[in-house]
């Protein structure tokens, strides 16, 4: 993954620091259009954890012994909204809205899922634009919401006192977290007012500290039965691939 990302950021940085000479052999109906509009489909690895599990023992005060955390990512699907505006020909400030429906912020047990996801945007695109294609660099912060993003003790609700506390005592709460979108953009343009655009990118996420849920396996000889539960885990910085393709309007 760490390849992938210095991937992107070696074309991101050569894109935006791309020279632009012969900017007026173009076209001029091309640069004359400023505002720009479209739609996309996107697609996110994240690396927010989908599940998570450990090792260890039922206890009645903390820490508890031998826990082992292991994440895992998921591939989800969401649609795109875009504005933007050519400042010149060669450099446009960007306003993107992602909207990642079903996209679980947990993956055990059922009453955590449902969620999604919403990511907006803002930023600037800057590269190369010629008559038929443009190559650029993108770099553009924002947000990350997740509909059920933590998780918080249920108000009025009795609950065993063990450590880790069974998931049932739990109820899912919404959360925000800082994104900053670090990639390259490919457009292709059939007409003058139409484009094809595709985008690759790192997403990066700065994930607060947090509740997850998580399935509990108990140590070895130890006769207990696997069973959800709820820990917290610290602030992390992620690294989550994102792309898309999709068409846009230039008017």
Do not use: W
């Not at 074309?11 to 620091?17: D, E, I, P």
């Not at 955390?69 to 998921?74: L, T």
Request: charge should be positive; hydrophobic fraction near 40%.
């Amino acid at each position: 993954m760490r390849n992938n990302s210095l991937f992107v950021v070696i074309v991101a940085a050569s894109a935006l620091f791309i020279n632009n000479h012969n900017v007026h052999s173009q076209s001029t109906g091309t640069a004359e259009k400023k505002f720009e509009v479209g739609g996309q489909f996107s697609v996110l690895r994240s690396a927010i954890p989908d599940r998570v599990t450990f090792t260890g023992v039922q206890c009645v005060t903390t820490p508890c012994p031998s826990i082992v955390i292991s994440n895992s990512r998921e591939i989800q699907p969401g649609f795109v909204g875009r504005f933007g505006y050519n400042l010149t020909t060669n450099i446009a400030f960007e306003a993107e809205l992602n909207f990642f429906p079903g996209a679980d912020s947990f993956s055990a047990p059922d009453i955590f899922k449902g969620g999604h996801k919403i990511e907006g945007l803002f930023g600037v695109k800057a590269g190369k634009r010629l008559d038929k294609v443009g190559i650029f660099g993108k770099a553009r912060p924002g947000f990350l919401y997740a509909s059920k993003g933590d998780l918080q003790p249920r108000a009025n609700t009795f609950c065993i006192a063990i450590f880790p506390p069974p998931a049932g005592c739990s109820e899912t709460i919404s959360m925000s977290s800082f994104a900053f979108d670090l990639g390259g953009v490919v457009e292709v343009y059939p007409t003058k007012r139409t484009i094809i655009r595709f985008d690759a990118g790192d997403t990066i996420v700065r994930l607060g500290e947090r509740n997850v849920s998580a399935v509990l396996n108990p140590s070895p000889g130890i006769l207990s039965p696997s069973y959800v539960t709820v820990i917290r885990v610290p602030a992390e910085t992620t690294h989550n691939f994102q792309g898309s393709i999709g068409i846009g309007f230039r008017f």
